[in-house]
């Protein structure tokens, strides 16, 4: 009986180990596809930027005016949100106004 114990054991600390990766492979990949244009990421090296253009393959960061370009799998997290602006939703707001009052003259 004693001699079934620890092989048990093991195989149960093994798929808890494979468990818990995937949770955090999977948690990562979901951090890393909400990131937009915008949002301050830092990355594995620790450059802090502001993401500028992003797809599948690449990130391409200003960095005090500097674009740089890195693999998507260098950014280590996302430091702050893109945020919307108010200003931006008027200005938006009042050009659709005024496009729309052209046509109705």
Request: aromatic content about 8%; overall charge negative.
């Amino acid at each position: 009986m004693g001699q079934f114990i620890f092989p048990v054991l093991m195989l149960g600390m093994l798929g808890w180990m494979f468990f818990s990766q995937r949770k955090q492979q999977q948690s990562r990949a979901n951090t890393l596809n909400q990131i937009k244009k915008g949002d301050e990421i830092v990355t594995i090296g620790g450059l802090y930027g502001i993401v500028d253009e992003i797809n599948d393959q690449k990130v391409v960061l200003d960095i005090d005016g500097i674009y740089l370009t890195f693999d998507r799998a260098a950014i280590r997290n996302r430091v702050t949100e893109a945020a919307v602006t108010p200003e931006v939703e008027t200005i938006v707001e009042e050009s659709t106004e005024k496009s729309e009052s052209a046509i109705e003259e």
